[in-house]
């Protein structure tokens, strides 16, 4: 289906993230039909653009509306997502002797976690261009956010999800009005099970990076880290890295303000951490040469579900940004994760998502080996609430 291209946002066209082959932004589109790899939607970004353009009376991610790819604000599907806190956690910073440690917490999303910002773009978009309903395979809270928004779209929803998912996102599934069916296994059985339900492409499979607009949705923490912190960066920014999608947006965004000059051209970036669970490190694997690409990588479950992503098809350009930014990738340990969730409770008042306490543990790590300096700015991302994950970390408090 085509649509109006008469719009204020700048988007040009969509990209092979491979081959750099140009797709269509105005057509439904799924991965490029070149290299079966993620399209990533390119701006105009030689337009003359100014701060100005942020609409700040939107609290939400929507205030970027230039730099986003809706084309009629009429399609639009919004919960108010975006815009959260940024929050300086000075007793963790005092006690571990840092210049300036600060959270951005993605907990106060809707739907409680980042997922909210990729799913409200990509079911709006799948709204503009005349689909009928969309499917996902989940660890728990992308498919929590899909339902939430196909509910709010009026689409259908039907959700795949690991078996051992906590109930909490099986539950608001439910409420949402989503068809859930329960998978043995992890998320890449999720997405087996999806691609023969859906064999025929009745549903838009929203997977992470099979569309192009969750990214879109996602890079908006970058435009928001930039203003939130008054345009001066954070040395280094350390984030959850199970799908990848955040780390290669918030990076993407970066670029972005780069090229139309909200960001000094050529000026130095954060170093990016991407942080991972022991039991399932894909990533770290290839980053450190032990195999040649995720492919064939078999994870385990974890208390963080969102990292039990053992074959991410984005793991191309996470590297990539690794290697762009200076950064590097960490694995965390489940009992890790329980310390950190228990230290950022106890000090800083916050329940965060075991993703959240895996970031902080990172960053401890890399201060004891010197990789990240005390006198650093040095920024977590908190992906999510910590309250979905209670049947994983209930009762574990004290161990």
């Known amino acids: 289906m085509s649509v109006s291209t008469e719009t204020t946002t700048h988007l040009q066209a969509l990209e092979c993230s491979a081959c750099g082959t140009q797709h269509s932004a105005f057509t439904l589109q799924k991965v490029s039909t070149c290299c079966a790899m993620p399209l990533v939607a390119t701006y105009d970004l030689r337009q003359p653009l100014s701060k100005s353009s942020i609409n700040q009376a939107d609290g939400s991610m929507w205030r970027y509306q230039a730099l986003l790819p809706l084309l009629d604000e009429a399609n ?3 919960l108010g997502e975006g815009f959260t806190p ?3 956690l000075n007793r963790l910073a005092a006690q571990y002797g840092l210049r300036s440690l ?3 917490d993605e907990g106060q999303n809707p739907t409680g976690s980042f997922k909210a910002r990729g799913l409200s773009m990509a079911i709006s978009k799948a709204l503009e261009l005349g689909v009928s ?3 996902i395979p989940t660890a728990g809270n992308a498919g929590v956010a899909m339902a939430a928004y196909c ?6 929803a039907v959700v795949a999800m690991p078996r051992h998912t906590p109930n909490a996102f099986k539950e608001e599934c439910y409420w949402y009005g989503a068809e859930v069916q329960l998978i043995d296994g992890l998320i890449n059985d999720c997405a087996a099970w999806v691609r023969e339900k859906n064999a025929g492409g009745e549903l838009l499979d929203v997977s992470t990076l099979k569309e192009p607009y969750r990214l ?5 923490m970058g435009y928001e880290i930039a203003e939130q912190l008054n345009w001066q960066l954070p040395d280094v920014i350390l984030y959850p890295a199970g799908g990848g999608t955040g780390l290669i947006g918030i990076w993407k965004a970066l670029r972005e303000m780069q090229a139309i000059g909200w960001l000094p051209p050529g000026g130095k970036l954060p170093r990016m951490v991407a942080v991972q669970a022991e039991n399932c490190c894909p990533l770290l694997e290839t980053y450190l040469g032990r195999q040649a690409n995720s492919h064939n990588y078999m994870g385990k479950p974890t208390i963080a579900n969102g990292l039990a992503v053992p074959r991410p098809l984005g793991e191309p350009l996470m590297l990539r940004v690794l290697q762009e930014s200076g950064g590097t990738v960490v694995s965390i340990s489940d009992e890790d994760m329980l310390e950190g969730m228990r230290e950022l409770a106890r000090q800083e008042g916050l329940f965060v998502a075991p993703e959240g306490a895996a970031v902080w543990m990172a960053a401890r790590q890399l201060l004891q080996a010197g990789s990240i300096s005390p006198d650093e700015q040095i920024l977590l991302l908190n992906t999510g609430s910590g309250q979905k994950y209670m049947d994983n970390v209930a009762g574990r408090f004290s161990e």
Request: aromatic share 0%.
């Open 76 to 78: 639009k599907v919004t």
């Open 102 to 104: 600060v959270l951005k």
């Open 133 to 135: 309903g969309c499917i």
């Open 86 to 88: 940024m929050l300086l």
């Open 151 to 156: 509910a709010k779209a009026g689409l259908r």
């Open 216 to 220: 879109e949705g996602k890079k908006t």
